[in-house]
């Protein structure tokens, strides 16, 4: 399956999951799935059948609130059983809210706690060069998460030890749960910003799977850790959820469900 056909079904999957438990966060999810979409299909190495194999890369979803992508993409590819979102967010699953690791292969670490998940990449990171492993890590932040001081740490951290095995992806929605990040609080010129720490980066549309694409393979050859700023949009893929931070925490139901499920549909049928 290419990169835009998995992100499609993953975000038909993620409906049903959201519609199906009343959970929340269907913007979040939605705004992150190209970025998941790509990295699975063309750029991590990982095998399904032996989850902790050794030299798998690495991928934390620090923004853990949108967990139902994260694990439809899982069962999508093989990691588990199709089935097993129907108990998403249900009493006695597996499968949390927050993305959760018990017992769920595929998923390295739970998150939930904005700010925590990318400083056990970094330590994760450091541990695999350490370790002389060639395996590379990836952890994804929601934009509303790089207000936390965690965050700039794990900034600091990862240029003192020159960790070019590790990838920070900074879903840039604009939005976090309570507002626009500019009234919450404001991060102005992140790319700037994160240089100026000594890292590269690069600023692209995080929901063009080309444009991913090329970040992802993009060689800086400096020792340096990347930064990838995928400007997104929240809620993409259904109209009346995009850019609607409604969407952070309403569940889509009845008519709202509906039109979600035929948009995606006609989506389908477009291709
Ligand atoms: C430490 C912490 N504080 C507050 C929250 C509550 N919370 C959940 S999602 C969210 C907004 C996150 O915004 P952002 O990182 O931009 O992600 P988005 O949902 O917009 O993709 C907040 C504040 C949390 N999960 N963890």
């Known amino acids: 399956m290419n990169s835009q056909k998995l992100a499609l079904q993953v975000r038909k999957d993620v409906l049903e999951m959201i519609h199906r438990s009343h959970a929340s966060h269907i913007g979040s999810a939605f705004s992150v799935i190209d970025i998941l979409a790509v990295l699975y299909t063309y750029i991590l190495k990982y095998d399904t059948t032996n989850f902790k194999w050794k ?9 853990g609130h949108a967990g139902s992508a994260l694990y439809a993409i899982l069962a999508e ?15 006695g699953s597996k499968l949390s809210g927050h993305i959760s690791h018990k017992n ?3 998923v390295e670490f739970s998150t939930g706690s904005l700010g925590h998940g ?21 952890a994804i932040v929601g934009d509303g998460e790089t207000n936390e001081g965690s965050f700039w740490e794990t900034i600091l951290l990862a240029n003192q030890y ?12 604009h939005m976090q749960a309570m507002g626009d ?10 790319d700037e910003k994160i240089k100026s720490f000594g890292w590269n980066t690069l600023t692209i549309n995080g929901n063009d799977h080309k444009e991913l694409l ?6 800086f050859c400096n020792c340096k850790p990347t930064c ?4 997104t949009i929240k809620g993409k893929g259904v109209s009346f959820m995009e850019n609607q931070l409604l969407w952070h925490y309403r569940d889509p139901q009845g008519e709202f469900y509906e039109k979600a499920k035929n948009e995606l549909e006609c989506l389908d049928n477009a291709k």
């Open 77 to 91: 590819i093989g990691f588990f059983n199709k089935s097993e979102l129907d108990t998403y967010y249900m009493n």
């Open 104 to 106: 769920v292969p595929g």
């Open 55 to 63: 030299d798998r890369d690495r991928l934390i979803l620090s923004k």
């Open 181 to 190: 990040i500019s009234q919450v609080l404001e991060t102005g010129n992140l």
């Open 228 to 231: 990838i700023i995928a400007n």
């Open 118 to 138: 990318v400083c056990v990449a970094t330590g994760i990171a450091l541990a695999l060069k350490k370790n002389q492993n060639k395996a590379r890590v990836f």
């Open 162 to 173: 020159n960790l070019d095995n590790f990838f920070i992806i900074i879903d840039r929605n």
């Open 214 to 219: 090329a970040a992802f393979k993009t060689n």
